[in-house]
């Protein structure tokens, strides 16, 4: 069986964590997004949505919050983040697609994506779903891959890139890796039923020769300098964007924490295999993660 939904890009098998974060370089880049993300977290929350959690390289951030479900479309990664985490009641491990979330209704007060959106061929339909499974008034802080950045203003003025950064769509530079507008963004967000509240740009020294020469602490400090000016303009390469869940949110059903991502019936929930007496689908329970990808059955 497949579904009608957008390709998703799975990191099935990937040691990402291993490679990109602790040795790839990026020390500067983990650095500015943790001080992004505590000027962005609320100072607390009942259960956080962490979409694209991979091996949970965030999720500690999230200590204001009392339980963190941990959503990825791959299980390695899923597995990965379980062995750093460990299993206990705060965290709840879901193999999903974005596309088909299987929550329900409201359930969230609190969500998160980052370095996700720039997978997402159908940002609007990816957000819609964010938007429904988050409860009204609730904060979404999601980052993005900015195509309007600095370096790619000067290579397009230069000649030496095809693809403009200055109008509102994506750029596909890599199979299922995309850059979005900034204006194309707050569109997308307006459409599924958020409002932006405060907007930060991050990464601002994201080139190889600058980390090379610089200390850490220096670039880090220079990139918390600089973050607030994206309220006015977006030119880094990653702009994070706090964001609050507008209009009514269908009520959360009392005890219960997912749904069918096929037909939407309301699941048992429990530490066990979930079965939907609607449409007779059984959802994994197997070594502390739920496995709801439907494309998988």
């Not at 479900?69 to 597995?79: I, M, P």
């Not at 999903?96 to 998160?112: C, M, N, Q, S």
């Not at 405060?198 to 980390?211: E, M, Y």
């Not at 850490?216 to 869940?245: N, Y």
Request: proline share 5%; charged share 25%.
């Amino acid at each position: 069986m497949t579904s009608n939904t957008p390709p998703v890009c799975n990191y099935e098998g990937s040691q990402y964590q291993k490679d990109f974060w602790e040795e790839g370089g990026r020390a500067y880049e983990d650095a500015a997004e943790e001080i992004a993300l505590k000027r962005l977290l609320p100072g607390g929350g009942n259960f956080m949505l962490e979409l694209g959690a991979g091996a949970g390289r965030n999720t500690p951030r999230y200590k204001n919050y009392k339980r963190i479900a941990l959503v990825d479309y791959s299980r390695t990664q899923l597995e990965q983040a379980r062995d750093r985490l460990g299993l206990s009641q705060r965290y709840v491990f879901v193999a999903a697609d974005i596309y088909k979330l299987p929550f329900v209704d409201g359930r969230f007060d609190g969500a998160t994506m980052i370095r996700t959106l720039h997978h997402m061929a159908d940002p609007v339909l990816a957000l819609s779903q964010v938007r429904r499974v988050i409860a009204s008034g609730g904060v979404f802080i999601l980052e993005f891959a900015n195509k309007r950045n600095l370096k790619a203003i000067g290579r397009y003025l230069l000649g030496r890139q095809a693809w403009s950064p200055f109008n509102e769509e994506p750029v596909e530079f890599a199979d299922l890796n995309f850059d979005f507008h900034p204006r194309a963004v707050r569109r997308y967000l307006d459409q599924a039923g958020f409002e932006l509240a405060k907007q930060l740009t991050v990464s601002h020294f994201r080139a190889g020769f600058l980390k090379r020469r610089l200390p850490l602490k220096i670039l880090t400090g220079l990139d918390a300098l600089l973050q607030p000016t994206g309220a006015l303009i977006q030119v880094s390469p990653s702009v994070f964007s706090k964001c609050i869940a507008v209009g009514d949110s269908g009520a959360a059903e009392e005890d219960h924490l997912f749904q069918c991502p096929v037909c939407g019936s309301l699941l048992p929930g429990g530490e066990m295999d979930q079965v939907c007496h609607e449409c007779g689908r059984t959802w994994e329970y197997r070594d502390g993660i739920y496995d709801f990808r439907v494309d998988q059955k």
